[in-house]
């Protein structure tokens, strides 16, 4: 079993940044890639960014490309997204999630994801 957790959601406003933490503990050697996701009220949860544990592979959404960046560090069992140039529409709870699968490259559907974290709010103001 792989848990996860996120934190450094919160508040902001328009324009403004944040950065996201997930920390993964237990069997964190069966992780291949360590996805974002997003659900605001109402809406699907949609893919945001991933990247593989291991490589160097990353893949993101349209929406955030130029915006975030997803990191991790290895050596923390800890995956980050830094958000930048953040924009109402950004408002949604924020999951990550790992991926047990042997990938090349980080996959985006949610299904194809094992484990999650509980979500961390991030609310951005006009």
């Known amino acids: 079993q792989v848990q996860l957790v996120e934190s450094g959601g919160g508040l902001v406003q328009a324009g403004g940044s944040l950065r996201l933490s997930c920390a993964a503990s237990?069997?964190?050697?069966?992780?291949?890639?360590l996805g974002w996701f997003r659900q605001a009220p109402g809406k699907e949860r949609e893919f945001v960014a991933a990247?593989?544990?291991?490589?160097?592979?990353?893949d993101y959404a349209d929406f955030v490309k130029g915006r975030f960046t997803i990191s991790r560090d290895n050596a923390k069992n800890t995956a980050y997204l830094q958000m930048n140039n953040l924009k109402p529409e950004d408002t949604a709870v924020y999951y990550c999630?790992?991926?047990?699968?042997?990938?090349?490259?980080?996959?985006?559907?949610?299904?194809?994801?094992?484990?999650w974290g509980q979500g961390t709010q991030v609310s951005v103001s006009s």
């Open positions: 237990g069997r964190t050697f069966s992780i291949y890639a």
């Open positions: 999630a790992a991926d047990r699968t042997t990938v090349v490259v980080p996959r985006r559907h949610p299904l194809t994801y094992d484990y």
């Open positions: 990247a593989s544990w291991r490589g160097g592979s990353t």
